[in-house]
């Protein structure tokens, strides 16, 4: 049968159990609690209730319910101890049908893994997108995550867990996130345009105006034009994807939104992007419904975001600001190529970027959805997060200057230790930093140049970054580290460069946009969490001109981003377009 | 007119200044404050009598004796302020004769200088030799000391300035450090042959049994013979090359010396080398003089101690004590080439090799000179230190691992940063072996490896080297590190590797032999200073099967080694020759 929340709600709670079963291995006594938490308004928030339940049980409990899981391929060796569930889905994964190398290696792991962590290693192996992981996925996790910490190892178990029950109770209730699965399969597919030397080791790199980031602008227009029924798109002449989807009358203020299509070196498929698919898929059902609202909506897939190819970060949004600098056009990459030769190279009309600038007049507000890019989402397994400010930045690098001495024949007060000197303010930058909520502190890059392991370092390199949600608080943290970079030089004798190399400030969030968003978000039936942004978005570039808000997705493997394994769900996904879909509507409703 | 020990010892005190005018440049008080320390026994005496002056002198003193001196090529420019003596060195250095290009340089390395430091830059342009620095060399100095921090380079000012006092003493007296010179040209000789790849950039390597090697046997065996007068001189089967000065009876117990000619790579030209040329030098002023001592004196300069081309270090001493270990001739190097056919293409007859362990029964004990490789000598204005024990060590390689994360997003409470822990040990490692005399304790590597400005480390990677004068003392401060680390792991929820790779037992000195060393020095009219070795020396293998103690004479440029600017004076080797030949003389006068 398939469940309705209806039913669920006025169920027994002795029915309630039994329609659940199945849903977490084993363990009645989370869907019995569970019962208590009803009505639940939406599946999600049944979703949630259920891994409340487990974050709230004992530490024991929550190892009985990770120790009620088999082992992986379990069932050719364990026997018996499969629920009907976990059979189909490792089945499905092909676990059931190993090579004896293969079987070989998964037992080395599980015996491994048991032995560090005491408990079964527990992977959702339908994965994000439901389909399932191929054989080699699952094992290549199982190798990274032999290596996490034990107590974050347990974390994953449980995020896992809540996981394979999502997709569980997605059967049970017929429920097919239709929606997340077009943003999911997008990205997808936008991934499969990466640079030359990435390319081929599967990695993903988009840098400017490479044949990668030609072909991924060319495929958003495409998807804009052709898929979603937008009425004008255009690669404008920075390289930006604009496409507009009028409203009932042409003229109308437009919402602006978007994110950037460029990436990282070797990074996530959802960074920027998911910020462009997310509002396509609502303009998609729109015009599917050949609905038009009261006003305009401009999505922009920003052509450049991360700097990697010229120090140039925020160039697609900062073309719209009207602050595109000229003398980037003078820039070479790291091959000798000006982004003037660049720009001509993919066709760009380098003498109309000025007129790229836009009027705020003319729009509503921008707002930006993105992935997280943390672990705050994850750890209290929420789907959505509010971001209340993008935190303002200041990254320096540095140099300690000592003397490189013998390691053996240099009294330890005789010594002018660079790289004592950069833990100390390495220890300094951290305690300061977690005395103040949202400031963080990072010193990303230590190096200790040709060391050896018989020489006092007589050079240490380093990197600083701050990050606040304003800039007084993190002006006055900067301020700090830098003095106490000065006290710890002086009283060691040793000399030092602090190089200031990226300011930007704090953007808070319009009060009215974030109230549209809370108001997206609990309409899901989701509880509201409310976030700085810890890092810069194209929402920072756009604030400088108009009023802006974002919204956070959760990422998987906690929060990773700027790396291969930066992940979300189609369940997610789905939920983010549904609030987007929300915020049209609310907007739609508001008085002119 | 030419001075002498006895006419300025009974000369009266305005006397005595008048003829040291011009050591010191304008700072007559120097020679009145030492008027009052005669009698001096030695010329040296004299020399550490002004230097103790300069030592004891308030800062203000020491500064208005810094600035006393005329910018480098000064009289150019500033005109007038040249003493005779600093015309004629100048000069000499031809600096007198500059282009206009080069002038324009030392005038913008002047004003540099001036400006970080606030006094001029002060250089004995006549060198370590006392025969000039080129004018290439003294501009290469001018940019590398502009670097240095201010209180060094205070320091370092004073101490050239000894230096020029030195020589101009060395002038007044008519002293010709004669012995000095030989063995510094001797070891300035034997730096020309080099590794291919560090030969045509200058640099000086020589790993075991290359053709730079190979010459460099060659050269010392023939200096022995030819130079020296050595009865025996035979490159054994290992490569060492072993002279052997009889006694009156040729089979009488034999006085072994000597040190490594092998080099790490780029390092410098008196580690190891020194140990050899020194005992050369005192043969060949014996033999010159057609004398025979009671006992019979054996040099080794051993092929191997540095462990550069093969990881065997210690391989020519070892031979000596019986330890070549026969497994380290299938160990290849970097190009493949097993140490076996390194040594079968040198000739060496391997088989030959157990043959070279020597009977202890046969030697009286083993000295050994070295060059200091730290800065302890300098600081304190000595050219020479009694060694009381080679320091035990033990070395390890480590890795934590944390999570990399973004620097902005995730929360200072939420971070597991490999960094900070590596920088809490390193900070904990200074500490602990600050607290004992004579342990020291170094991170000399220290990498976060791809590290990112804007990301939290999850991977930090380190190095460990803890010595003391005792293997206890050692061991419990590597114990307490090691508990460290599993502390700050467990606390911070990171995961650690610790690997020794390195472990060698301390070799304190025999006490016979340390006496014989503090009676040659104090005879020099030299204060004693004690002093244990940090760093490993061949005399740590003989320790093993004879007794051994070592001296050690001052390094230039603050004590550095491993590096091209590791340098020695030919005072001081003069010095250092004479001390050696005292203990030759106690041991003749000793009851057999």
Redesign the interface.
């Known amino acids: 049968m398939t469940l309705d929340l209806e039913q669920i709600n006025a169920a027994d709670a002795a029915r309630f159990v039994e329609w659940l079963a199945g849903t977490y291995e084993h363990s009645p006594w989370i869907a019995e609690r569970a019962a208590r938490l009803r009505p639940f308004a939406s599946l999600v928030q049944l979703k949630l209730a259920l891994a409340r339940v487990v974050r709230e049980a004992d530490r024991e409990e929550q190892l009985g319910l990770i120790r009620a899981h088999p082992e992986l391929a379990g069932k050719a060796m364990a026997g018996g101890t499969l629920t009907a569930e976990s059979t189909h889905e490792q089945s499905r994964a092909g676990l059931t049908d190993c090579t004896p190398a293969e079987l070989e290696k998964i037992r080395r792991l599980n015996a491994d893994y048991a032995a560090r962590f005491g408990f079964p290693f527990i992977l959702a192996v339908r994965g994000p997108r439901g389909l399932g992981l191929s054989k080699a996925e699952i094992i290549a996790t199982f190798e990274r995550r032999l ?3 034990p ?2 190892e347990r974390a994953e178990c449980l995020r896992n867990i809540h996981r394979i029950a999502e997709i569980r109770l997605d059967d049970k209730f017929g429920h097919v996130p239709a929606l997340g699965n077009r943003v999911w399969d997008w990205a997808e597919r936008l991934s499969t345009n990466s640079d030359p030397g990435y390319a081929e080791r599967g990695e993903l790199t988009v840098t400017y105006l490479t044949d990668a980031h030609r072909a991924c602008a060319q495929r958003l227009a495409h998807w804009m034009k052709s898929d979603c029924g937008f009425d004008e798109v255009e690669i404008d002449a920075v390289g930006n994807v604009v496409g507009v989807y009028h409203g009932l009358d042409r003229s109308a203020k437009r919402l602006l939104t978007g994110s950037h299509y460029d990436t990282v070196r070797n990074g996530g498929k959802y960074d920027g992007r998911l910020g462009i698919l997310v509002p396509m898929a609502c303009v998609r059902e729109l015009h599917a419904q050949g609905r038009r609202l009261p006003y305009g909506i401009e999505v922009v897939g920003f052509a450049e975001e991360e700097g990697q190819r010229y120090a140039a970060a925020f160039l697609g949004s900062g073309a719209l600001t009207g602050h595109f600098d000229p003398a980037w056009l003078d820039q070479t990459d790291a091959d000798g190529i000006s982004m003037r030769e660049a720009m001509v190279h993919a066709g760009l009309c380098i003498a109309d970027i000025p007129k790229l600038a836009r009027d705020a007049a003319r729009y509503l507000g921008f707002v930006e959805v993105h992935i ?5 989402l994850g ?1 209290i397994d929420l789907p959505l997060g509010i971001v209340t400010s993008i ?1 303002g ?1 200041v ?1 320096y ?1 540095g140099e300690i ?14 010594r ?2 660079a ?2 000197a ?3 303010l ?2 300094f930058v ?1 305690q300061r ?2 005395a103040v909520p ?11 140049p040709s ?7 007589g050079r ?1 390199l380093f ?1 600083l ?1 701050i ?1 606040a949600t304003t800039d007084a608080v993190r002006d006055a943290c900067a301020a700090d580290v830098r003095a106490e970079l000065e006290r710890i030089c002086e009283r060691r ?3 030092h460069k602090l190089e200031e ?1 990226v300011r930007a400030a704090a953007a808070p969030s319009a009060a009215a946009w974030q109230a549209r968003w809370e108001r997206a978000v609990a309409a899901l039936g989701l509880p509201l969490h409310r976030m700085p ?4 978005h194209d929402a920072m570039k756009l604030h400088e001109i108009m009023p802006q808000a974002m919204l956070f997705v959760r990422g998987l493997n ?6 291969p394994l930066e992940a979300i769900t189609n369940d997610d996904a789905e939920l983010c377009v549904q609030a987007f879909q929300n915020l049209l509507d609310q907007l739609a409703m508001e008085p002119a």
């Open positions: 290596h996490n910490h107590d974050f997280e890019q943390g672990p705050v750890e935190n930045s990254r690098r200057v000592g003397m490189a001495s013998h390691a053996g024949t240099t009294p330890m007060d005789r002018r230790d790289a004592a950069a833990a100390e390495l220890l951290e930093a977690a949202h400031l963080v502190g990072t010193v990303g890059m230590l190096e200790v060391g050896s392991i018989n020489v006092v370092p240490c990197s970054d990050r004798g040793l000399s190399t942004s810890g890092a810069g906690a929060g990773i981003s700027h790396n």
